[in-house]
């Protein structure tokens, strides 16, 4: 391996550890298990690539489980969504499997440890076997159908499977310890009677298993070497094991649980129910909403799989949970961005500026780079004509020697065209400027070669032809949440922190060639930051959605 050992993460070190004393490398295998119950959010693209990134530092064969025990939640949209995530991702999964898939083998599992007395019916309601629990420090009592008879066990348990109880009628619970330390060792509830349609095993069952008692077992199914879960399963790892050892065969490989931390993201939640509330109350367009941080809604957002692994990649794997500011997240965005995305001309707040020497009705199509760091972009034309727009915060009327952009007297470099100077403007009875005049210098033409084409001014600013510019809806993003913690507060809950202005939508100016952008396509509006075009967008109306501005400011255009 090349790496120094230095460029592990900790979970890699247990690998490594692991593979020192003697554990077989082919036997590595990994798995990654989402729950169907919603998409893939950016906490979820941590655990993918510490999965698939192990699978690919071993050449290790990684597993996409979905652990679909809970057919309230569950749906084959999701299964759908999520696989299509972790391919755009870029990550390939070994099989495909379902913790359903599992369920005889559970089942049969479940009916031998009743009959070597390790498992029992509880007839009791869920308050009662609550009221046994104890509590940390106090241990808890014995259900009275603890030592009830391994005969009538088969007998309930049986009748359970065949859906002749009513759910909450009977749960079967393994007979560990109701006094130990780990609360969860306290007689856990494995299976109970649910009469759900599961969207892959339909009516076959009338009870389901509970994650703790099918995840180590499809772990071990599956020969998963490596069970990488977060750390609020540190405490189950007991009860994992335990488990495990109800069915681990010796010669089997025998998975092995480590956790890590959960990773949040500032601004923001991550977690599937809070973001379900979200797509349900309509606070946002549903899952892929540009402004979610689903999976789904970066790259909708215009995101790049490779920004996302870039990020994932530098915050890395931690043993203590923390806050992941979204600037971050932001930063990567733009550095991959920066790269590949094509400069193209808008602008978004306009005023019109006309050039009185210009001559009336010319047009010229000027030659520009479509990326000055890639020389393999190559070049494309805009047109230029007599009234262009500028961004109306690109000229003052009078300004100090410091301001850069237009002002009156004062001249700056049209991008990729010719050198103007302010003359004069109007304005409304408001005093808003409604147009500027201006002159040009028609020997300064960029790339002439002229004398005046090379002369410097300080400023260059970018504009579109009025005549040629094409109208497009633009949407503007702003964080979701005002707080950037917003569900860990003890008096508010996360929808109090709703950011109203979260969503701003305008109309820009663009120039005429973004008309055959493909949806998804990106591309950095000069001086403005980073767009895509959105799935919404039409011949007739083309929408585009700002992923992301070009500096760490989240600098707000207003449009008034
Ligand atoms: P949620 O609360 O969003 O539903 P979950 O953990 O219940 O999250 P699962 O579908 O069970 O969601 O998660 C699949 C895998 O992704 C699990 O191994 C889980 O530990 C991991 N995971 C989920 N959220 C995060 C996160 N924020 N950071 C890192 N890993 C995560
Ligand atoms: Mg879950």
């Keep these: 391996m090349s790496e120094t050992a230095e460029s592990l993460n900790f979970i890699e070190h247990i690998v490594e550890e692991d593979l020192q004393g003697g554990y077989p490398k082919k036997a590595l295998r990994f798995r990654f298990p989402p729950e169907p119950n919603g998409y893939l959010h950016i906490g979820h693209a941590s655990s993918i690539c510490l999965n698939f990134g192990l699978g690919l530092r071993y050449n290790a064969p990684v597993n996409l489980r979905f652990d679909d025990t809970n057919p309230i939640k569950e749906e084959k949209a999701f299964v759908d969504a999520i696989k299509k995530d972790i391919e755009w991702l870029g990550y390939k999964w070994d099989t495909e499997r379902y913790a359903s898939d599992y369920f005889q083998q559970l089942y049969d599992w479940a009916v031998e440890m009743i009959m070597d007395g390790k498992a029992y019916v509880d007839s009791q309601s869920s308050e009662e076997m609550a009221s046994q629990k104890g509590t940390p420090t106090e241990a808890g009592v014995d259900s009275p159908y603890r030592n009830r008879s391994i005969a009538d066990n088969l007998e309930i348990f049986e009748a359970m499977k065949n859906g002749d109880y009513q759910e909450g009628s009977h749960v079967l619970r393994a007979k560990i ?18 009469h759900k349609a599961h969207h892959r095993t339909n009516t076959d069952w009338c009870i389901y298993p509970m994650y703790d008692w099918a995840h180590g077992e499809s772990d071990y199914i599956e020969e998963v070497s490596h069970s990488l879960c977060t750390l609020e399963f540190a405490m189950h790892r007991e009860l994992y094991n335990w488990f495990l050892d109800q069915v681990v065969v010796s010669d089997k490989v025998r998975p092995k649980q480590r956790e890590f931390a959960r990773r949040n993201l500032s601004h923001t939640v991550v977690s599937k129910r809070k973001l379900l509330q979200l797509v349900e109350q309509d606070v946002v367009n549903g899952w892929d909403d540009p402004r979610m941080p689903t999976i789904s809604g970066l790259r909708r957002r215009g995101y790049s799989p490779a920004a996302i692994r870039n990020f994932a990649d530098t915050i890395g794997i931690a043993k203590r949970e923390n806050l992941i500011d979204v600037s971050l997240l932001e930063f990567h965005a733009r550095e991959d961005l920066n790269k590949i995305a094509p400069r193209v001309m808008g602008v978004l707040d306009p005023v019109k500026v006309i050039i009185t020497n210009y001559p009336e009705g010319k047009e010229e199509w000027l030659e520009t780079e479509n990326n000055p760091g890639d020389e393999l972009a190559g ?13 109306r915060d690109d000229f003052k009327e009078e300004a100090n020697r410091k301001y850069f952009r237009l002002k009156l007297g004062g001249e700056v470099r049209l991008k990729s065209a010719y050198i103007i100077k302010a003359e004069s403007c109007t304005k409304d009875i408001d005093g808003n400027i409604m147009e500027i005049q201006c002159t040009y210098d028609p020997k300064s033409k960029s790339g002439s070669g002229t004398e005046e084409s090379m002369r410097k001014v300080k400023g260059t600013l970018h504009w579109v032809s009025v005549a040629h510019a094409l109208k497009a809806e633009i949407r503007l993003y702003d964080r979701l949440f005002t707080d950037e913690s917003p569900d860990t507060h003890k008096d508010k809950g996360f929808m109090d922190f709703i950011n109203d202005e979260s969503l701003q939508v305008i109309t820009g100016y663009l120039e005429p060639g973004l008309k055959d952008a493909k949806v998804g396509e990106q591309m950095q509006f000069q001086r403005l930051g980073y767009f895509c075009v959105d799935p919404d967008s039409t011949n007739d109306n083309l929408v585009f959605n700002r992923t992301v501005g070009l500096r760490d400011t989240w600098a707000k255009i207003q449009n008034k």
């Design 177 to 194: 310890d109701m006094a130990s330390q780990n609360m969860l060792m306290r007689d856990p509830i494995m299976y109970r009677v649910l």
């Design 379 to 391: 070049n494309r034309k805009v047109p230029f004509s007599k009234e262009i727009y500028i961004e």
